[in-house]
């Protein structure tokens, strides 16, 4: 037994409740408080950011940077940028993830406000096709490597600070406010939608596109500001305090050792991260990423449809997100999770066929249905669940870059996918097959999967 595991195991009984212990004091409630609002503002930019992108390569980028192109391949070539800002996710989880876990949350927090904020910024910079050629799409290509190395420890950060803050009692409904935070995001970009499609289509697409892209540093000012202030969670100062225990021994060489090879060793928890998260992104990405593209390139419906759907999914959010992470803590993450699951699995059929009316008042309701169910409910539930499947000693690298391998198999390549599904037979039920067979995957992923309601997170081992 390392010294570290007893540590853990002396004081685990007596440190189970340190986040409700310091949210008895005013400056905890504060220190609370400050932490709930940046993560919400962290993650509303993170997802503002990748809904304005789905938006734009839906409705936009086809015509600013792939002109030549057919509509299909435009939304082909646009779905393709896409996916790079997923390449490049897991290489910041893995980076980010080990300095989150060494130190600390705060610090990464502070770092990938700053990269994304900057990123998305410089998006809404770039000359057109028509004005540089293929450097646009090149320009394009990069900056969304940049914005994905900055995503890929955001999510996961905010996550595992909120749960490190939350009370054990409320920790789904706390830790929902991650998912509340995606659902800001695309609320606000779906807002600045709306107002910029109104303009005249020279005008759209010389420079009104980049207005939505340009506002976010606004919103990156604000969460850098609040988090230069903000307090390291209870449950990682004692983890500090237990690892400069263990330095100051004589163990200090192996236990490093020991400390790496636990990592790759025990896996299990890491690899159902992977599958739960699989079931969720996937079906996420194509509900509000490539449906939006489908009804406004194929179908050829007014651009204004999907972009109310987006709008109105994102309104109901903030009803159906607490709610989700509400039934976690009643009812528990696993069975939550398996009934989203199940109800993803059976969605798309129905959903491309009633789409296929063209009608925008079945369009839409198809449209939010899909996203109530992908990028809200489950979301909402995933959050405390994730957090609660591993250890501290590698929460944060282990729990993002399990997302963002989940990641980069469905949500972000699924588009891309999805959009090369629909070239190849012309028709839409192969990408119904493809929707239906994520969700399976995260539904089965619930049968190997602990329930973890309640667990106590200074436990140095995963769940599994």
């Known amino acids: 037994m390392t010294v570290h595991q007893s540590v853990s195991q002396q004081t685990s009984l007596t440190s189970s409740s340190?986040?409700?212990?310091?949210?008895?004091?005013s400056s905890g409630r504060k220190d609370f408080w400050r932490a709930t609002f940046s993560c919400w503002l962290g993650t509303a930019m993170e997802y503002a950011d990748f809904a304005l992108y789905g938006l734009a390569a839906g409705i936009i980028f086809g015509d600013v940077f792939f002109p030549n192109a057919t509509p299909t391949m435009a939304l082909l070539s646009s779905f393709a940028?896409?996916?790079?800002?997923?390449?490049?996710?897991?290489?910041?989880?893995?980076?980010?993830?080990?300095?989150?876990?060494?130190?600390?949350?705060?610090?990464?927090?502070?770092?990938?406000?700053?990269?994304?904020?900057?990123?998305?910024?410089?998006?809404?910079?770039?000359?057109?096709?028509?004005?540089?050629?293929?450097?646009?799409?090149?320009c394009l290509v990069l900056l969304r490597f940049t914005q994905g190395l900055g995503a890929g420890a955001e999510l996961s950060g905010g996550t595992v600070m909120l749960g490190e803050y939350a009370p054990v009692e409320r920790r789904g409904l706390v830790s929902s406010v991650i998912a509340l935070g995606s659902n800001s995001g695309t609320l606000i970009a779906s807002l600045v939608w709306l107002a910029v499609i109104q303009m005249d289509k020279e005008s759209l697409?010389?420079?009104?596109?980049?207005?939505?892209?340009?506002?976010?540093?606004?919103?990156?000012?604000?969460?850098?500001?609040?988090?230069r202030h903000l307090r390291e969670t209870p449950v990682?100062?004692?983890?500090?305090?237990?690892?400069?225990?263990?330095?100051?021994?004589?163990?200090?060489?192996?236990?490093?050792?020991?400390?790496?090879?636990?990592?790759?060793?025990?896996?299990?928890?890491?690899?159902?991260?992977?599958?739960?998260?699989?079931?969720e992104n996937g079906p996420s990405y194509l509900a509000q990423g490539f449906i939006v593209g489908y009804v406004a390139k194929v179908l050829m419906l007014d651009k204004s449809v999907p972009t109310k759907a987006v709008f109105i999914a994102s309104l109901l959010g903030f009803l159906i997100i607490p709610f989700a992470g509400w039934l976690s803590d009643r009812f528990g993450r696993r069975i939550?999770?398996?009934?989203?699951?199940?109800?993803?699995?059976?969605?798309?059929?129905?959903?491309?066929?009633?789409m296929d009316s063209h009608d925008p008042a079945i369009v839409i309701p198809v449209i939010v249905v899909g996203m109530a169910l992908a990028s809200l409910g489950i979301f909402g539930v995933?959050?405390?669940?994730?957090?609660?499947?591993?250890?501290?000693?590698?929460?944060y690298t282990k729990m993002a870059v399990a997302k963002e391998l989940g990641s980069i198999l469905s949500g972000g390549t699924a588009p891309l996918v999805a959009a090369a599904l629909l070239s190849f037979t012309g028709h839409w039920w192969a990408i119904a097959v493809y929707f239906s067979a994520m969700a399976t995957i995260g539904f089965l992923t619930t049968f190997v999967a602990p329930e973890t309601r309640g667990r106590d997170l200074n436990l140095p081992e995963d769940a599994i």
């Open 18 to 25: 340190a986040a409700d212990m310091r949210l008895e004091t």
């Open 81 to 138: 940028t896409w996916s790079v800002g997923f390449i490049a996710r897991p290489i910041g989880a893995l980076l980010f993830g080990w300095i989150g876990d060494r130190k600390g949350r705060k610090t990464v927090m502070i770092a990938t406000i700053i990269l994304m904020g900057a990123s998305t910024t410089l998006i809404g910079l770039i000359p057109s096709y028509a004005s540089i050629g293929v450097w646009a799409p090149a």
């Open 205 to 227: 697409l010389a420079w009104g596109w980049r207005i939505p892209f340009l506002s976010s540093v606004l919103i990156a000012a604000v969460a850098l500001w609040i988090r």
């Open 236 to 279: 990682f100062e004692r983890q500090q305090a237990e690892l400069q225990a263990e330095r100051n021994t004589t163990l200090q060489h192996a236990a490093a050792e020991t400390d790496t090879r636990s990592f790759w060793q025990r896996s299990r928890a890491f690899w159902t991260m992977v599958g739960l998260r699989i079931g």
């Open 336 to 354: 939550t999770y398996r009934v989203f699951c199940l109800l993803l699995m059976v969605y798309a059929w129905p959903a491309f066929s009633l």
């Open 382 to 395: 995933q959050a405390a669940w994730g957090v609660e499947l591993f250890g501290v000693k590698h929460r």
